[in-house]
Structures are given as structure tokens and as C-alpha cells.
């Protein structure tokens, strides 16, 4: 069964300390990996997308791994800032192409950043 | 200005009534999508649709029903007949692309629909 599990579920940090969300995965056939930041209330936003052959993408202050050989990925967020407060959200493409291709998502980690 | 306009922002639904929700977008995009967003689960795809007048159910389908008559509008129609439909509802579009593995998926702002 095509899964994705996140960990932590929630954590709390102070501001400007850094971070690292983990995602591991199941999908098979894998095509992507995008990791989404979802404000309270909001629809999730694209932060990053990893395919097969990438190992590290950096978008500012997140930066994104993967390894495909053991379909693991982190999401390192550096001199967290009280607006990086939200849910983080992996989500894998099976590599079928079509539009019918299910997103695989992941619940997402609760991240809250202190003052 | 461009993107996906979900409509209302909050409703609150009686028991046994049907509601819907719109999605409106002016992206161009072809496929349109329903979640669901439950506390601790990833989102869940309720339909989605490729092209006007053609739609499909995804995993948690019953309950549920829509329409596309239209490229920009998905209203989803959440009937009596869903047992626990309390839950945050996202709209979602991806345009038609030569590399479609690779193409995002755009969200709207959500609407939480609460039963009382």
C-alpha cells in the first residue's frame, strides 16, 4: 500500500534555531517528492520538489534531501523565523502519468516557532 | 488576479441537508481535485476531474457528488448521505503539461464545513 509516514507529528522550537522534518514513503512507482507549507486555515503552498535523480534543493532558508534508495526525506529549515509556524506536508507522486495519479500525502508536521 | 477561489470560507450544515462548496479558478488548468483534511491524516481525495463534463470518484467518494460544466468551476456537493462530514474541504488544480509527473498542484484557501 502506498503510504507516507512524517515525524514528528508536532514540534516546538525556539526562534532562530533550525530544524529537520523527516518523511519516509512506500509509493511505488516513485516519480516526485514535494514538500508543502500549510498556514492555519489556508490551503498548502509548494515549497520544494525532489524527482529521482536529486539529492538536495535548497529554496532560502528550507532545504530539502532525498535518498530514493531508502525512500527517505528531510526538510531542514534553518534560522527559524515566527512565520515559519504551520504544518508541513510531504507528498509523493506515484509514477504513473496521468492526472488520475493519487497524490500520496503525508499528515503533515505541526511546527511552532517561539519568541 | 489569478488562482482558485473556494467559497464560503466557513459553513455550518443541519443534519440531513445538503451543502455545496464552490471552487472557482481562472489558472486555465484542466485537472481540478476535492480533499478532505481531517486532524492527523493527510488529505484524502474525494473526485477529481481531467476535462469538462468528466469526473472521477477518488478514495473517500461516498457521500459525495459533482459536477464540471464548466473549465474554471468544481462545486462539490456534500449530501445527506455522508455520515461525518465535518472536515476541512481543499480544491486543487494542475495544468496540462508535457511533464505532468512534475507539475504542482495549486491549492485554494479551504472551507471548513462544521454539522450542528
Known amino acids: 500500500k502506498n503510504q507516507v509516514e512524517q515525524s514528528p507529528q508536532s514540534l516546538i522550537i525556539l526562534e532562530g534555531k533550525n530544524c529537520t522534518l523527516q518523511?519516509?514513503?512506500?509509493?511505488?512507482?516513485?516519480?516526485?517528492l514535494r514538500w508543502y507549507k500549510q498556514d492555519t486555515g489556508r490551503g498548502p503552498v509548494s515549497l520544494t520538489i525532489?524527482?529521482?535523480?536529486?539529492n538536495t534543493k535548497s529554496n532560502g532558508r528550507y532545504t530539502a534531501t532525498l535518498d530514493a534508495d531508502t525512500k527517505q526525506s528531510s526538510l531542514h529549515i534553518t534560522a527559524s523565523q515566527l512565520s515559519d509556524s504551520a504544518s508541513y506536508i510531504c507528498v509523493v507522486s506515484p509514477g504513473e502519468m496521468e492526472y488520475g495519479n493519487k497524490l500520496v500525502f503525508g499528515a503533515g508536521t505541526i511546527l511552532r516557532v517561539k519568541s | 488576479d489569478g488562482g482558485i477561489t473556494q467559497s464560503p470560507k466557513y459553513l455550518f450544515r443541519k443534519e440531513g441537508q445538503n451543502v455545496t462548496l464552490s471552487c472557482e479558478q481562472n489558472l486555465n488548468h484542466d485537472a481540478m481535485y476535492w480533499y478532505r483534511q481531517d486532524p492527523g491524516q493527510g488529505l484524502r481525495l474525494i473526485y477529481y476531474s481531467q476535462i469538462v463534463n468528466d469526473f472521477q470518484k477518488g478514495d473517500i467518494a461516498e457521500g459525495y457528488s459533482v459536477s464540471r460544466e464548466k473549465k474554471e468551476s468544481f462545486p462539490l456537493t456534500v449530501t445527506s448521505a455522508q455520515k461525518n462530514p465535518t472536515a476541512f474541504y481543499l480544491c486543487?488544480?494542475?495544468?496540462?503539461?508535457?511533464?505532468?509527473?512534475?507539475?504542482?498542484?495549486?491549492f485554494g484557501q479551504g472551507t471548513r464545513l462544521t454539522v450542528v
Open positions: 518523511c519516509n514513503y512506500t509509493v511505488s512507482p516513485f516519480s516526485n
Open positions: 486543487a488544480t494542475r495544468p496540462r503539461d508535457s511533464s505532468i509527473q512534475n507539475t504542482e498542484a495549486f
Open positions: 525532489m524527482t529521482f535523480s536529486e
